[in-house]
């Protein structure tokens, strides 16, 4: 997203003349005043921990019942209930980004977009309360209209060069709205979205918004919607509860978590997948090379994971999955003629198999 220069402002001053006051408050002021509304600045700062938990719905369908999320001081994240952990799925930010696949097993530490997504929403005071904690800087960018409210767009840049927009209202003084480009799927383009806050309660006198919306800004489409239902403030909660489960690998999961690892080095996942392949040859890794080569295909390792899922496709020949596998990763890195092959392959083994007919339709 483009910074906006001193100059800039100026002119959006003159433009908008009827929408801006006469005198525009610093973005310490601005700061200052949203910090107070929300029940001020001292108390935000003495909150140790907080947990969300609520409902979550995409395309107007409910698809978390029990969605819940931690944060936690100096920078602790969890999507996930730490009280009541879920063994199917999890992810976090205990210093660096991790998800957790409780089928087949598999820890992986992401970078990339999946990392940014982790590690850009770490902080219990939000963007601005914790800027400085964060490494963040904030400018002001202008004042426009939002909802027929004025309000005060402050741009936020992150340590790691991520820039999004805060959407101060000026009678209010409450954070009304959120906007970045970023993307949303794992092998998709970054798309620019608007996340609307409303629905503001008091817990334990501080002010948290209830109820987000996210919308895709050029066709305002809602991608999705978060009604928290309770908001608990400062519970003791160990940090390991941040981090990955320990747990003893089997063979198979020790496997694919070192094909994950060594992802950056094609030679190195060959070697590794060959010798396991010579070594048990009893244990069916199909469906989890299929995993972890998705996987590695989203952190943007894309010769490890064309080699592996080739072999892997070789290896299982009448597995429509595996195709498909293959195909899905080709698409990715941009070689549509090649995924296209591979994905009539998987439909020519199972015409019945949607994933595939759905990606396929979907080609260019």
């Known amino acids: 997203m483009p910074v906006f220069h001193p100059w800039l402002i100026a002119l959006l001053v003159l433009a908008a003349p009827d929408a801006v006051t006469a005198e525009i408050p610093t973005v310490d002021q601005i700061i200052a005043r949203h910090a107070a509304a929300r029940g001020g600045y ?30 936690m001081r100096p920078y ?16 976090g930010y205990d210093g660096s980004a991790w998800e957790l696949y409780g089928d087949p097993g598999i820890v992986v530490r992401t970078v990339g977009a999946a990392a940014a997504a982790a590690r850009h929403a770490t902080r219990i005071g939000g963007p601005l309360i914790d800027a400085a904690d964060a490494g963040s800087t904030v400018t002001l960018e202008g004042v426009e209209q939002l909802a027929g409210r004025k309000a005060y767009r402050l741009l936020v840049r992150m340590q790691d060069g991520f820039e999004q927009q805060e959407l101060i209202d000026a009678a209010s003084w409450l954070l009304v709205a959120e906007r970045k480009a970023a993307p949303i799927h794992a092998f998709g383009k970054s798309v620019e979205t608007e996340q609307r806050f409303g629905d503001y309660r008091a817990v334990d006198g501080i002010l948290f918004a209830f109820a987000d919306r996210e919308v895709e800004i050029a066709t305002g489409k809602v991608l999705n919607e978060m009604q928290w239902t309770s908001i608990t403030l400062n519970r003791d909660i160990d940090p390991k509860a941040f981090s990955p489960p320990a747990f003893t690998r089997t063979p198979l999961q020790q496997l694919l978590e070192q094909l994950y690892a060594e992802r950056s080095d094609a030679k190195a996942v060959m070697w590794t997948y060959r010798d396991f392949r010579r070594g048990h040859a009893d244990l069916d ?21 064309i080699e592996l899922l080739r072999a892997n496709e070789a290896d299982h020949p009448r597995a429509a999955s595996a195709a498909f596998a293959l195909g899905r990763a080709y698409v990715a890195t941009g070689d549509v003629a090649s995924g296209r092959a591979a994905l009539r392959r998987a439909l020519a083994i199972d015409p019945a198999f949607e994933r595939a007919a759905k990606a396929l339709k979907a080609l260019p």
């Not at 003495?46 to 969605?67: F, K, L, T, W």
């Not at 009280?83 to 799925?89: A, K, L, Q, S, Y």
């Open 42 to 71: 001292e108390k935000l700062k003495a909150v140790r921990s907080v947990i969300y938990r609520g409902v979550y719905r995409e395309n107007d369908q409910v698809a978390m019942p029990h969605a819940a999320m931690a944060l």
């Open 76 to 91: 602790y994240k969890l999507v996930g209930d730490p009280e009541h952990p879920d063994p199917d799925f999890a992810e």
């Open 285 to 305: 890794t199909r469906a989890g090379v299929e995993v972890i080569g998705y996987q590695m295909v989203k952190m943007g390792d894309y010769q490890g994971a």
